[in-house]
């Protein structure tokens, strides 16, 4: 069964950090393209940041640009966000995402491009 497993959200001050993982079982994540999503209540989903293939090149919204770092562990089939200096609009639902194959350039920050998701693990930004 193909399934993809977010955690470390949670409650954070603003400035603080967290970082989020994303541990895939039933098929490999090595090759394909990954993504970081968020929702926030009432807009629509929006890519946080992805990575085309397994060369490491990592792209970002400028809204998170600086401030996060995307990663892949692909030993441990499993990525990582890391994001520091968070804002109270980084409050979201935050998911992950895999592609059902990888892309040789520019991985695209929008949701159709990605196949199989997360369920989402909420981050909330407040003092």
């Known amino acids: 069964q193909v399934q993809l497993v977010e955690s470390g959200g949670g409650l954070v001050q603003p400035g603080g950090s967290l970082r989020l993982s994303c541990a895939a079982s039933g098929f490999t994540l090595d090759y394909r393209g990954i993504g970081w999503f968020r929702q926030a209540p009432g807009k629509e989903r929006e890519g946080v940041s992805c990575?085309?293939?397994?060369?490491?090149?990592?792209y970002y919204a400028d809204s998170v640009k600086g401030r996060f770092t995307l990663s892949r562990d692909n030993a441990k089939n499993t990525v990582y966000l890391q994001m520091n200096s968070l804002k109270p609009g980084d409050t979201a639902v935050y998911y992950c995402a895999a592609a059902r194959f990888g892309y040789s350039n520019r991985c695209p920050l929008s949701p159709p491009a990605y196949a199989y998701w997360g369920q989402g693990t909420q981050v909330t930004v407040s003092s």
């Open positions: 990575m085309g293939n397994s060369d490491g090149i990592a």
